[in-house]
């Protein structure tokens, strides 16, 4: 079974220029998370959907982030304009069923940006 | 509130040699407790859980965590280290009414493993 896809691995973009990132979850997973990884920290979650609905998307700068998942599967992650600041590595993770009970979230390998 | 210490941020055993990686939480309510393992360039890779049942509880690749609620901590060991196991190691926790959707990860641990 294939895992979390992710698209670009790297990207190295400069400042005030777009950039967008892709996920592919697992098959059949409803839940879909945005995760920010600063150098040496943990990973912050930035939104999850379940489905095609953004049920947690309070860590979300919406002044320059912004993220769709329009048909329930991939998702799509936009950073318009960039910033020196926003260099990091950008994780998605996917998992299935609700918050009921526990569910694993599988991580994909990241995308590593750097902005100049 | 919910978040998880990791007290040191780097340690380095030697081949061979007891692991310890030190992980605290703080909740208000019961929590899931994990660990994640990160090798360079990857994500992360889920070791082992707590979700309320065994308070010890064993994962891959030989490691294993106790669950102590009454000094708050969920510290990972492994009984002999392998060079393999060099990789950063994040403890998480979540509010189990979530079903762990909501992690908060501390901010990793890099284990070395010298020769």
């Known amino acids: 079974e294939a895992g979390v896809v992710q698209s670009p691995r790297y990207k190295i973009i400069e400042k005030k220029q777009p950039v967008a990132f892709w996920c592919n979850p697992i098959?059949?997973?409803?839940?879909l998370y945005w995760y920010l990884q600063n150098l040496g920290q943990g990973p912050e979650l930035l939104i999850r959907?379940?489905?095609?609905?953004?049920?947690?998307d309070s860590q979300l700068p919406k002044d320059r982030f912004s993220a769709e998942r329009l048909k329930g599967v991939d998702s799509t992650l936009k950073i318009q304009p960039a910033e020196l600041g926003d260099s990091a590595v950008y994780l998605c993770?996917?998992?299935?069923?609700?918050?009921?009970?526990?569910?694993?979230?599988?991580f994909g390998p990241g995308t590593r940006l750097t902005v100049l | 509130a919910q978040s998880v210490t990791q007290l040191g941020s780097h340690v380095s055993v030697s081949e061979g040699a007891l692991v310890l990686l030190r992980c605290n939480y703080s909740?208000?309510?019961?929590?899931?407790l994990f660990w994640y393992v990160q090798y360079p360039n990857q994500g992360l890779q889920l070791l082992l859980k707590?979700?309320?049942?065994?308070?010890l509880v064993k994962g891959i690749n030989g490691f294993e965590a106790e669950f102590k609620k009454s000094e708050t901590s969920f510290h990972l060991t492994k009984p002999s280290a392998h060079m393999s196991d060099a990789a950063e190691y994040f403890c998480?926790?979540?509010?189990?009414?979530?079903?762990?959707?909501?992690?908060?990860f501390g901010t990793g641990t890099q284990l070395k493993v010298e020769l």
């Open positions: 707590y979700t309320s049942a065994a308070t």
């Open positions: 098959s059949g997973h409803n839940t």
């Open positions: 909740s208000s309510v019961p929590p899931y």
């Open positions: 993770a996917s998992s299935s069923g609700g918050s009921s009970s526990y569910n694993e979230q599988f």
């Open positions: 998480a926790v979540s509010d189990q009414r979530g079903g762990g959707n909501k992690l908060t």
């Open positions: 959907y379940e489905n095609e609905e953004a049920v947690d």
